[in-house]
């Protein structure tokens, strides 16, 4: 499915950089939900030739499955693509963290990311814990130095002024990602609070969860998967990354991004309006609440419990060599 | 882990335990409150009639409870406690409304006047302010605000106050109201006082106004503070018994965590503010992301019948 309407998806600037890439991402999640790693190349691949030049996914997702299935995909076709993945030392230290780079660039297939963020930054501490002597903030220093990553930045769902400490360490990110949907604008919203702050000073935006991550207000009827997408990538970010484990996901994102045109503030405003009681009490935005998005490796560093649904804790405990332990096993 | 000697000076046996006004209510009430949610984890019915009739006989005359803590079987068993002796106690139970109106309010303090087999309630409190819409639902017309004023018109509970664990924003929403609250309930403990503190941004302003202050969740809400580390039970305790509130909660489900407890509270003399000081400190880090109060960053503490009302998967679907 390259092309739906003849439209190609729109470049954007990533922030201060001559780069360019797609108004909309793949997110590396839910490619680890596609039934096998056949069906996980062809999706990489049609959206490659659909136009998406941006691929976000991270060491921790499915403990390495969708970094080595990406890597797959883009075998061939990795120069056509802006490459992402995130490092999820949670606290812990640059040794940690350049471990990781080494296995996500062996698991990609490639010699360098176009870009490495840190992974969850989800809580009060995390800010402090990055920036400490021996941090994950000197592996990215590092990691730029050596040529393995051109461009660095962080992620986090939870609180906008947890994203606001990160920035006010003074690190020079070059982008920064954070959920963005029309719920959240009306609760711990980061994008009243936070993206406009990166706009002015010139970091590339990047947007997730533009359906809340599993899509419960498309499938409790209070808006449909377009308007949510629509709406996301309306905002003024670089891209919008999308969670995309189907064909069917792929085309419904390819649809929306092929000659995509932004709404207007009007129709923004309504949308806003029409979610503004379902945005109250944060039901949409269970990652913002509680610990259901926050990865095992996050939850461990920090002490929290873990979920025993989670994909990831099923494989970790499934795995015999790792019994639950933070990465690296500490016996 | 901060250690038993020097700071954690033990109580005296056979002193009393401390009466403290409950804010401009004319009401003394014991420094150390029984928690209504363990009544019903306790063993047996015999065991919880055992705890609240041990700690009246120590001079404890606070009683906490909730409308649906274990289905109605909490209050039930205080009630049955209590029978003949409902005089000297101050009994609390608290609604459930999680947003809907005056009227489930009405019906839910019937229930909860049966249960508890007296024709009063000294303090009538809206449980569970925890989402942020709450304060707006609770104040709109024909909201739990409204049961609260009829209920102390018609003489079915005497004092009013509200309760909640997660964050302070939504207390100070609550309190922006100006509704006559007499009480008001909080989690307070020492990682509290460096993370998204109750102690800080709540405790002053519920003091101002003279509304009694109620501590919670002393431990950690089940002891959490106590098993990771971070401080003894004692001292715990004594941290949050030392703050400025009326009584301090605290979930007893068994004698022999009873005794514990009245250990501390008998003869209790407050922390000096330098002693309080050094807890805080010892405590920062075990604080610093909130993975010892789970009740403020995850939705583990959150009543199913909360979660159904706002739309939020049950405890089952998400337990954190």
């Not at chain 1, 503004?276 to 926050?294: H, N, P, T, V, W």
């Not at chain 2, 019906?107 to 000294?122: A, I, K, P």
């Not at chain 2, 922390?271 to 309080?276: C, F």
């Amino acid at each position: 499915m390259p092309n739906t309407n003849g439209d190609t998806i729109p470049l954007r600037q990533f922030g201060r950089h001559k780069d360019r890439i797609s108004a909309l991402g793949f997110g590396g999640h839910h490619l680890g939900d596609a039934p096998d790693e056949p069906s996980a190349v062809r999706l990489v691949r049609q959206a490659v030739d659909g136009g998406i030049t941006f691929f976000d996914n991270c060491w921790e997702y499915h403990r390495g499955k969708t970094e080595a299935w990406m890597g797959a995909g883009l075998k061939g076709v990795r120069d056509r693509v802006f490459l992402m993945t995130k490092v999820c030392t949670h606290g812990r230290d640059k040794a940690l963290a350049l471990r990781m780079l080494d296995e996500s660039l062996h698991r990609l297939r490639t010699d360098h990311l176009d870009l490495w963020q840190i992974h969850g930054v989800c809580f009060e501490n995390d800010p402090a814990l990055f920036i400490r002597k021996d941090g994950a903030a000197e592996a990215l220093e590092q990691a730029k130095k050596q040529g393995k990553v051109r461009f660095v930045g962080f992620t986090g769902h939870k609180d906008p002024s947890i994203h606001l400490k990160m920035l006010a360490t003074g690190f020079p990110f070059d982008s920064v990602q954070m959920p963005l949907n029309v719920f959240d604008s009306n609760f711990h919203s980061f994008e009243q609070q936070v993206l406009p702050e990166l706009n002015r000073r010139g970091i590339a935006a990047l947007g997730m969860k533009p359906i809340c991550g599993h899509g419960a207000p498309v499938q409790k009827g209070v808006l449909t998967g377009e308007e949510a997408l629509r709406y996301a990538m309306s905002l003024p970010v670089t891209t919008t990354i999308t969670g995309i484990d189907k064909p069917e996901a792929l085309q419904q994102a390819l649809k929306a991004a092929q000659g995509f045109e932004p709404m207007q503030p009007p129709a923004m405003q309504s949308l806003r309006d029409r979610c503004r009681q379902y945005a109250a009490d944060g039901r949409f935005e269970l990652y913002k609440l509680s610990l259901q998005f926050d990865n095992p490796e996050a939850r461990l560093a920090h002490g929290f419990p873990l979920d025993m649904q989670q994909v990831e804790v099923r494989e970790m405990l499934k795995m015999t060599d790792n019994s639950g332990h933070p990465f690296p096993p500490t016996k | 882990m901060l250690g038993t000697a020097g700071l954690a000076a033990q109580g005296q046996s056979g002193a009393q335990i401390p009466r403290r006004p409950l804010g401009r209510t004319g009401l003394e009430v014991s420094a150390l409150g029984i928690g209504g949610y363990h009544l019903g984890s306790a063993n047996s019915d015999a065991e919880a009639t055992q705890i609240v009739n041990e700690a009246l006989d120590a001079g404890v005359n606070f009683f906490d409870n909730a409308w649906e803590y274990h289905q109605g079987l909490s209050e039930e068993r205080l009630g049955r406690a209590l029978r003949g002796k409902r005089d000297g106690a101050v009994v609390m139970s608290k609604v459930c409304t999680h947003g809907r109106d005056k009227n489930v309010a009405m019906r839910q303090l019937e229930e909860s006047l049966t249960r508890l087999q007296t024709d009063h309630l000294d303090v009538w409190q809206i449980h569970e302010v925890i989402y942020e819409n709450d304060p707006d639902l609770i104040f709109a017309p024909n909201g739990a605000a409204e049961a609260l004023l009829a209920a102390r018109q018609q003489g079915k509970v005497r004092f009013l106050g509200f309760t909640g664990h997660k964050d302070p924003s939504i207390h100070l929403k609550m309190l922006s109201h100006n509704f006559p609250f007499d009480a008001v309930q909080m989690p307070l403990n020492c990682l509290d006082a460096t993370f998204r503190s109750f102690e800080t941004n709540v405790l002053p302003e519920v003091n101002r106004r003279g509304m009694a202050a109620l501590g919670m969740k002393s431990l950690g809400g089940s002891g959490e503070l106590v098993r990771e580390g971070a401080v003894v039970v004692t001292m715990g305790l004594r941290y949050a018994m030392s703050l400025p509130v009326a009584v301090t909660i605290s979930g007893i489900d068994s004698v022999s965590v009873l005794h514990q407890n009245l250990e501390v509270a008998r003869g209790f003399q407050p922390l000096s503010a330098a002693e309080m000081q050094i807890v805080r400190d010892a405590c920062r880090l075990d604080a610093s992301d909130g993975h010892l109060e789970l009740f403020k960053t995850t939705k583990k503490y959150d009543g199913d019948l909360g979660r159904e009302m706002h739309g939020f998967p049950s405890s089952a679907e998400l337990p954190v």
